[in-house]
Structures are given as C-alpha cells and as structure tokens.
C-alpha cells in the first residue's frame, strides 16, 4: 500500500448496500466520504414530514444517518434541474415504471467523478451488488456505467468486485482484491450476514429502489401530468405535489389532489395561492386544490368531490368555501357525491 | 467571526441541509450561521449534518412554525 493514504468518493444511498460498501473500503485503510444526490423524487425527508400519521415514526434522514454510523462526511448535492434531462431523456430507456435507472447511475457516477477530481479523491465506490436490479445492476450493464459516466476502471463495487474485471485501486494495491466480495443476485442474505458481522442494525431497507420513481402510483401520476399538460417537463412543486394526497382527474382539462390527513392539508396549505382551491366548512374535511382550467360546472363537481370526502359525505348538504387564484373565496352548497357518481377511472 | 442569516423557509428537508451545507462552505471557521426552517424536519437533519461534517449546533429554537438553528463552522475536521 502506497505511503499517502488514499481516498475514496462513495455514493451513499442511505441503504444498507452503499452502507457495508464504505464500511468494507474503510477496513482497508481507505479515508471514505459521501456523496448523496437530492433529485427530488428521493424517498428520503418530505412525506414523512408531510403525512402526520408518519411523523412520529421515521424522520431521520437515511443518508445521514448512515454517514454517522460509519464516521464518515456527507456532501448532499442538488441535482434538481440537471436531472431533468436524465428522466425526460434517457438515453437507456426507463425499467418498469418512469425510473430511469440506467442513466440515474450513469448521471451520478459522473457527478462524482467530478467531485473526486476536484477534491483529490482517488477513486469511486458504490453498493452495487450483480445480478440485483433488473435495469441498472446486471453483469452486462455495469461495464457501461463505469465506461459512460467516464469513471472507467477508478469504479469500485467492494460487494461484487469479485465478480468483475479488477479495477485501478485493485491493481495498484490500494486495496486488496481478496478482501472484497462475490455478492451477485437479488437475494438480501450475504448482505445481512455482512451487516450482522459489521454489528449494523436499525438500517434503512427500502422496498424496490431510492426513489419514487419505482413506485407504479407515482410514476402513473407523473405520465398524467405530462399528458394533460401537452409536454414533458416539471417542476420541483409538481414532483412534490405528486407525493400528496389522493389525485382525482375527473376530466382531461383539470384535476384535483385532496389532503388525506391533517399534515397533508396543511402541506397543500402552502399552495393555496397558486391554485384554485376548496374545503368544506360546514363540516370539516379537506383541503382540496384544482390545478388546469375549470369550468362553472366543473368546480360545482369538485365542490361535490370536495364534500364527498369530509365529515359530511352522508349529509344532505355540505357548505364548500371555493377560492379563486385571486384569493376571492365565495360558498357554494352542494350535495355531495355518491360512491356510485366518483367513477374508479378519476383516481390517478 | 461573523454573524450570517440563511432563509430556508418553505423548503423541505433535505433542502435546509443543502442550502446550509453549501452556505457553510463559504464561511470562516468560528463564523456563526442562523437557519431559519419551516420544516421540523429541520431539527433532525441539520444536526446530524454538523455531527459528521464537524461543525457545531450551538442553540436551536423555535418561534411558531419557524425552527432556527445557530451553526457554528468548524474547521473541517
Ligand atoms: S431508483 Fe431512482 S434514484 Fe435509484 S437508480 Fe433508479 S432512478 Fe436512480
């Protein structure tokens, strides 16, 4: 091993595999720091901050959390805008749902590529494992991470790298070959048996993949945007509105999104001036907002949807304060809808 | 030593950290940086974000919705 010690970027997802990859490098004698990127459709933070019934329960942020238990630093980047590209134009298409996989590790190990270089890092690690995504970790796939983003063989995955051709820090001795690991397939079970022996418990384990892209729901719900607006694009209010409340499209030129619960009300509170919006007041009930165009006829529906879901959806009539983008807020009294009337196709 | 304000109202986590994080890269060890935060979140994250990076929280508090948080930069280490 070389006199100076060298350094290691890893891409620390806030998982379990990102968190034994460091861990394993850092055995070697490898100074380790993070590196976790903000796309916005991170699982991480916001809907456990938004949905009340979650607040108690998991605030802590993953990447965080895991960077303490290891020792190491953390450098969250925000990728927001740059990362619109990679999901409105991946080159490598999308995996089963609007998760670009492929090109979001391409994306990432390039920026990371980046930040070693203009920190004096001397190479990359991640917690891929072979064989354990369909789209973005298998054996033919990985060679084209390393190649595409530009990282080539400075690329180190210490859970397979058994698995695959050595790389430069391999070569050079920086590490040792022998220490790494052979991991490949979907199974969890090495991966557990590796945390047990490094003593980690309480890790994060998130079901299908680190964002919201993976989730069929959601991904429905971005197609729906783009559809009823005509074009491919968001922005950073839309992703968030997406992971709020339940979405109902009763007609191709607006939709409404009505708070589920106490936190998502007051989440959708701070949108209330950009959108038409809704609630009940004579009994109590949601926030709702309208985001297209409507028509007279459209808000008496969405006055009615409105009603449905508050505390009133078996009463007769239900009061409905109707607020323009003005501000201008008038009541309309409206009878709410029947189970029967809210066809299943509306919900998004 | 300076006294420097960040507004990350209206931001949810982890924003508050990134704006803070990228703020505190700027400044001078003993400098002092007041977050003010919307999101509670806030209080978990920004914290935790000091602990690993080696900066210091040196009071945080509320006022109404808002979480304000005095981050004392370290030096790196
Ligand atoms: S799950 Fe999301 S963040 Fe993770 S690689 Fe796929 S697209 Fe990227």
């Known amino acids: 091993m070389s006199q100076a010690k060298r350094k290691a970027v890893a891409l620390v997802s806030g998982g379990l595999d990102s968190m034994l990859a460091v861990r394993v490098i850092q055995e070697q004698g490898i100074h380790v720091e993070g590196i976790n990127f903000y796309t916005g459709f991170c699982v991480e933070g916001h809907t456990h901050a938004i949905r009340k019934k979650d607040q108690g329960k998991d605030k802590r942020n993953n990447a965080l959390w895991v960077a303490e238990q290891l020792g190491i630093k953390l450098h969250i980047i925000d990728i927001v805008e740059e990362y619109k590209d990679v999901l409105l134009n991946p080159k490598h ?13 391409i ?22 494992v072979v064989g354990q995504r369909p789209m973005s970790q298998r054996k033919d796939t990985m060679p084209v991470v390393a190649r595409e983003s530009g990282a080539q063989d400075r690329l180190l995955r210490p859970l397979c790298a058994k698995n695959l051709p050595a790389t430069l820090p391999e070569r050079e001795g920086w590490v040792d070959r022998e220490k790494l690991y052979d991991f490949s397939g979907r199974s969890r ?20 993949g680190c964002c919201f892209l993976t989730d069929e729901a959601y991904s429905r719900k971005l197609v729906d945007l783009w559809q009823a607006r005509g074009k491919r694009e968001y922005e950073m209010d839309d992703i968030m509105l997406l992971k709020v409340g339940r979405h109902i499209r009763p007609a191709p030129h607006y939709k409404l999104i009505v708070g589920r619960e106490e936190g998502e009300n007051n989440f959708l509170e701070g949108y209330r001036k950009i959108y038409i919006h809704l609630r009940p007041i004579s009994h109590t009930g949601p926030l709702v907002l309208l985001d297209g165009e409507a028509s007279e006829e459209d808000i008496v529906l969405a006055a009615r949807i409105t009603a449905r879901y508050s505390k009133g959806h078996t009463a007769e009539q239900v009061t409905v304060q109707v607020t323009d983008l003005n501000g201008v807020s008038r009541e309309l009294v409206v009878a709410p809808l029947s189970p029967d009337e809210l066809k299943p196709e509306w919900h998004l | 030593m300076a006294r420097y304000q960040l507004d990350a109202r209206r931001l949810l986590c982890p924003m508050p950290v ?40 040196l009071a945080t508090r509320r006022d109404g919705n ?11 280490t």
């Open chain 2, 18 to 57: 990134i704006r803070a994080q990228n703020r505190v890269a700027e400044l001078q060890p003993g400098d002092v940086l007041e977050v003010t935060c919307t999101d509670p979140g806030a209080l978990n994250d920004i914290p935790a974000w000091c602990r690993i990076n080696g900066h210091r929280v």
């Open chain 2, 66 to 76: 808002e979480v304000i948080i005095d981050i004392e930069v370290g030096d790196g």
């Open chain 1, 107 to 128: 994306f990432m190990v390039h920026k990371a590529l980046e930040w070693a270089d203009k920190n004096g890092f001397d190479f990359i690690i991640t917690g891929e």
């Open chain 1, 189 to 208: 079970k090495p991966q557990m048996a590796l945390a047990a022996q490094f003593g980690f418990s309480d890790y994060a384990t998130p079901a299908g």
């Open chain 1, 93 to 105: 298409g999308y995996g089963a749902n609007m998760n670009p996989c492929l090109d979001c590790k």
